[in-house]
Nanobody, 125 residues
Framework: QAQLVESGGGLVQAGGSLRLSCAASGRTFSSHTMGWFRQAPGKEREFVAAINWSGGYTVYAESVKGRFTISRDNAKNTQYLQMNSLKPEDTAVYYC??????????????????WGQGTQVTVSS
């Protein structure tokens, strides 16, 4: 059974950095789009970033553009989210996701059919 497992969350001061990792097991996602979403308390889950199968295309939410970088290592079946210049409003549970929809690349949450359990990121002011 395929699983996505996030790691790297934690508590950081505003202006600091964290690197999230998402390791896939049970199947390979090297031919598929992967992404990151987040959900803050009392808010809807929102898109953060996505990367296509080769890593050649990426897309970011406006709120994180220029501060976050998504990447992947297909040999390790792992994707990453480097988060710099963190702000208190970045506080949320961050979820790794993968889409097996043929030809999909984008922000639509319903296209992602594999999800991790989430990792907490807390940014203090």
């Amino acid at each position: 059974q395929a699983q996505l497992v996030e790691s790297g969350g934690g508590l950081v001061q505003a202006g600091g950095s964290l690197r999230l990792s998402c390791a896939a097991s049970g199947r390979t996602f090297s031919s598929h789009t992967m992404g990151w979403f987040r959900q803050a308390p009392g808010k809807e889950r929102e898109f953060v970033a996505a990367i296509n199968w080769s890593g050649g295309y990426t897309v970011y939410a406006e709120s994180v553009k220029g501060r976050f970088t998504i990447s992947r290592d297909n040999a390790k079946n792992t994707q990453y989210l480097q988060m710099n210049s963190l702000k208190p409003e970045d506080t949320a549970v961050y979820y790794c996701a993968a889409s097996t929809e043929y030809g999909f690349f984008g922000t639509r949450a319903t296209a992602y059919d594999y999800w991790g359990q989430g990792t907490q990121v807390t940014v203090s002011s």
